[in-house]
């Protein structure tokens, strides 16, 4: 189910060319030419190739942005139909000044309790950075240079892309007012080390025609144990908006209440 499948395109160019040339003895037993020498080619129209479905990494694909504003949101329900999860996370970042901030969100249902709901934002400028909410109260925290270097390197070490199994280019569209190449897979070999039944096996993504980003991902699953039976439904979106537009980043009044004073020099 996780493996992926990644093509490498070829043009395949065709040339014909045919030859026609013929000569007989003259009277002096030269080579008289009776028939004149011609050339004739033909060619087959070159096919334009499908795009490059393979995104870059999220990192990559981020890191190449000015600023933007992502949202990933996974959605559980089943087997129990009254037992279900959401988890959403929005991330703002802008490189200047290099700030970001991400709001994380998630909500647990069980039968016969009450809903698990949590919800936390993290603030960060610069070495500084804030995370809680009003509710529960806020943390400051502060790096050094060294620390944040650090951090970035191993971030980058991390290439992820989601799952993606033998693609197939539906169109170019704009999504987000970003000109973007279609894409519309399904997930292989779902189903066939459990027995289940696939209800629903269905994805769809959009890369950046510039850039080869992934703008916006969709995945919906759904499998039972048996036909008619309870069924496991999950989905998987992920949505890139305001592309390198301005983003504004600023610490809430609950972050700036607990950062420490600021260090004067004599």
Request: proline share 9%; hydrophobic share 35%.
């Amino acid at each position: 189910m996780k493996t992926r499948l990644l093509f490498a395109l070829s043009l395949l160019v065709m040339l014909m060319l045919a030859c026609s040339l013929s000569a007989t003895p003259g009277p002096d037993g030269g080579a008289s030419p009776t028939a004149q020498a011609t050339t004739e080619v033909t060619s087959t129209p070159t096919p334009t190739p499908p795009p490059d479905p393979v995104p870059v990494s999220f990192n990559d694909g981020l890191a190449s942005l000015n600023s933007y504003q992502m949202t990933v949101t996974f959605k559980s329900v089943g087997p129990d139909p009254e037992k279900s999860s959401t988890t959403t996370i929005e991330t703002g970042r802008s490189s200047d000044p290099d700030a970001s901030v991400t709001h994380y969100t998630s909500t647990a249902v069980d039968p016969g309790a009450e809903p698990d709901v949590s919800d936390t934002t993290t603030y960060r400028i610069g070495n500084d950075q804030c995370t809680g909410s009003d509710a529960d109260g806020w943390d400051w925290t502060s790096n050094t240079p060294a620390e944040m270097e650090m951090q970035g390197l191993v971030t980058s070490m991390i290439g992820m892309t989601p799952i993606i199994d033998d693609p197939v280019f539906v169109a170019t569209e704009t999504v987000n007012d970003i000109p973007s190449n279609h894409f519309s897979f399904k997930v292989s070999g779902l189903g066939a080390s459990s027995g289940s039944v696939v209800n629903i096996n269905q994805g769809d993504y959009w890369l950046a025609v510039d850039g080869q980003y992934i703008v916006k991902y969709l995945l919906t699953l759904e499998m039972s144990e048996a036909a008619n039976s309870e069924v496991m439904h999950q989905e998987i979106s992920i949505e890139m908006h305001e592309i390198n537009q301005p983003v504004s980043i600023a610490f809430p009044q609950g972050c700036l209440d607990v950062a420490p004073p600021p260090t004067t020099t004599p």
